[in-house]
């Protein structure tokens, strides 16, 4: 399924294009068109703010990624994790990507019209949410891209006519490298205990009392006396026992998902090591831009 996103998730999933994308190039363009104190005061300060923004989010994920060991998913702990796996089709069925129609895990499009400026509109964009699959070799877990920020080396742009059409694209053959919230459900993960389960068959049956005299009222005088009562909580034992049994019996299912409190959430088909040298530039280079955008503010000054 193709969405729009939300316009916040959409700034905060895609800062990487805004940084890099020649903001500081622009307002330095600006500020060389308008040649005027206030607008190099103004274009330098705002290139600053943006490039300590940046500076600061690639720090972040920097940080993030040679700070988080790699987990196996058989034996990974609730919580924070990274993984690394296989990628594959959630259910055998690839995504189709919107413009190409080629089959893929996820996909992100983007399409632009030219218009009487020489200038590129957007038009459309979205993404795929249907989960995927990672596969370490111990374990399966699913990935749901859902509010992730997606770092993917095949892009694909072509222009035709006033148009231009771009993909993003993580395909089956890929390696993929995920860090988010990882959750368990199964068996493993069932923690009632008996007495607990018990209550809980007695109170479901107490909910139709008719039923109830009628199995376990052996004298039928309308009331359950302390043997009578005695047989019932056996019988909810056993029914509880059998309920525990079969839940215990479920086969562990994995999740790899947005985290809650705000964490990075990032899935990529490069390795950590080239996202790390990528936000490590990233880091450098836009404190570069900050110190030379405040030494502007002093030159203009």
């Not at 500020?31 to 600061?56: D, P």
């Not at 920097?62 to 196996?72: A, D, F, Q, V």
């Not at 891209?145 to 080396?153: F, Q, T």
């Not at 479920?250 to 899935?267: A, E, K, T, W």
């Amino acid at each position: 399924m193709l969405i729009d996103r939300d316009f916040f998730l959409s700034l905060r999933k895609q800062y990487a294009q805004l940084i890099t994308s020649g903001a500081q190039l622009l307002l330095l363009a600006v500020g060389i068109h308008l040649h005027t104190v206030t607008a190099w005061l103004w274009c330098l300060g705002i290139m600053a703010l943006i490039s300590l923004l940046a500076w600061f989010s690639a720090l972040y994920r920097l940080r993030t990624i040679m700070g988080t060991p790699t987990s196996k998913i058989a034996s990974a702990a609730q919580g924070y994790v990274e993984l690394i796996g296989k990628g594959n089709y959630f259910d055998t069925t690839p995504v189709l990507s919107q413009i190409s129609q080629l089959p893929c895990l996820w996909c992100r499009y983007k399409i632009e019209r030219r218009n009487g400026k020489n200038e590129w509109r957007t038009e459309s964009h979205g993404e795929s949410t249907t989960p995927f699959l990672l596969d370490d070799g111990s374990a399966v877990c699913v990935v749901d891209p859902h509010g992730a920020e997606i770092v993917s080396c095949h892009k694909d742009s072509w222009t035709k006519g006033d148009y231009r059409y771009t993909e993003w694209k993580l395909l089956n053959i890929d390696t993929i490298y995920a860090i988010g919230e990882f959750r368990t459900e199964g068996g493993g993960t069932h923690t009632r205990k008996t007495n607990d389960e018990i209550k809980a068959v007695l109170a479901e049956w107490k909910m139709n009392m008719p039923e109830l005299y009628a199995r376990f009222d052996l004298d039928r005088n309308g009331e359950l006396d302390m043997r009578e009562w005695g047989l019932a909580r056996s019988a909810a034992k056993r029914e509880a026992e059998k309920r525990l049994s079969e839940a215990r019996a479920i086969p562990d299912s994995h999740y790899l998902v947005r985290p809650g409190n705000g964490r990075l959430f990032l899935i990529s088909n490069l390795t950590p090591d080239k996202l790390a040298r990528r936000y490590a530039i990233w880091t450098w280079m836009n404190l570069v831009i900050f110190f030379g955008a405040l030494g502007g503010v002093a030159w203009v000054l």
